[in-house]
């Protein structure tokens, strides 16, 4: 009887999606067939006519990652501070190349990786950034018998079936498996940077179970390619299986820059900042704004002979969008600004004694 609720089940949600359907069930498979289907630009597929449900290849998906996934444990002064995920992502004659998040391997002094077959090597890090909180860690070639494939997120759907491998909790764990669903795309997150430096990721939103330690390990979907790297986790009491993971063309921008241990060079406007909300911290610096002023950025000061000082922007502009996109806070300026590059122009949005105005600032290298 139950197999019957089932089979009347996609019946009807083929008859609602407007077309006939032709489906085989077994024990493991279910197999319905698909056409005519569009899709916007959030991923969310539009049915015209038929429906494909495939679950016969997610143990196929785990075989085409589980060897390339790696946990790495990072010690200082000997003593373990942290460990999480990663996976290898191109290898060479002599050496082999893992991802993960930069503050897996924050403040290390040696990394230990561990491969599937619980084989040991210390790693190399490579190279680190902790605003794309992305990190290339070097091995001898000799350790990998698996290579992870590359995908990519944007033709990824939201509805799809997505996987994650890696070690929640820690090395004891090291190989779990977890399925789950593409929940959303390009959300954006804020997040805090050497705890008091805000900044906003893009990210992929997941509900498949991830949890410390997790951290740099794959997100494949049911082919087994990568289309993100797990990276965060959305913890509070009221909220449950949320979870984000950085699109994984967007760390292929950079990986050759971390491969080399080059500096992720950003832009500079030249001006240090306080969102319109930190009301007591604006007082503090003799700084009053009128009550309608609710989001922007307000200048507290100006580096002599940068683009902002040659621009004419001034302590207590607001600035409430770059090149014509608007930033309510500090987080959402740094994350338009650094879309651009040293030298580039960028259109500067800013409010002054209640009126609207705009300058062309050329960005220069940001001052640590």
Request: aromatic share 8%; net charge negative.
């Amino acid at each position: 009887m139950r197999g019957k609720l089932v089979v009347i089940g996609f019946m009807l949600m083929a008859f609602l999606c407007g077309g006939a359907t032709m489906y085989y069930l077994s024990d493991n498979n279910t197999v319905i067939t698909t056409s005519n289907t569009t899709t916007n630009t959030t991923g969310i597929v539009k049915c015209s006519n038929d429906v494909k449900i495939d679950e016969t290849g997610v143990s196929t998906a785990v075989g085409k990652i589980y060897d390339a996934t790696v946990t790495l444990q990072n010690y200082k002064n000997d003593k373990l501070i942290s460990s999480g995920s990663g996976f290898v992502y191109k290898k060479g004659e002599k050496y082999a190349y893992i991802l993960t998040n930069h503050h897996v391997i924050d403040g290390s002094e040696k990394v230990i990786i561990t491969f599937s077959n619980d084989d040991q090597v210390e790693g190399k890090v490579l190279g680190s950034d902790q605003y794309l909180d992305l990190a290339v860690v070097r091995v001898d070639a000799s350790h990998i018998t698996q290579v992870a494939t590359i995908g990519t997120s944007q033709k990824s759907n939201v509805g799809d079936t997505i996987i994650t491998v890696g070690s929640p909790v820690g090395y004891e764990y090291r190989g779990t498996v977890t399925r789950g669903t593409l929940s959303g795309k390009n959300r954006m997150v804020e997040v805090s940077i050497a705890s008091t430096n805000d900044f906003v990721m893009q990210v992929l939103q997941i509900d498949a179970a991830i949890n410390p330690g997790n951290s740099g390990g794959p997100l494949v979907n049911i082919n087994g390619e990568v289309i993100g790297i797990n990276s965060l986790k959305l913890v509070e009491d009221e909220v449950e299986g949320m979870g984000f993971a950085i699109p994984i063309e967007y760390a292929m921008e950079y990986v050759e820059y971390l491969e080399k241990g080059e500096k992720i060079e950003r832009p500079f406007i030249g001006i240090s900042m306080l969102n319109v909300t930190d009301t007591y911290r604006l007082y503090q610096n003799g700084i009053k704004l009128d009550n309608d002023v609710t989001e922007g950025v307000v200048i507290i000061n100006i580096t002599k002979n940068s683009g902002a000082d040659k621009a004419g922007l001034q302590r207590g502009d607001v600035i409430t969008a770059i090149n014509g996109t608007k930033v309510s806070s500090a987080s959402y300026l740094k994350y338009e600004l650094y879309k651009s590059k040293v030298g580039d122009k960028v259109e500067i949005t800013y409010t002054r004694n209640g009126k609207s105005h705009t300058a062309k600032v050329t960005l220069t290298k940001i001052e640590e």
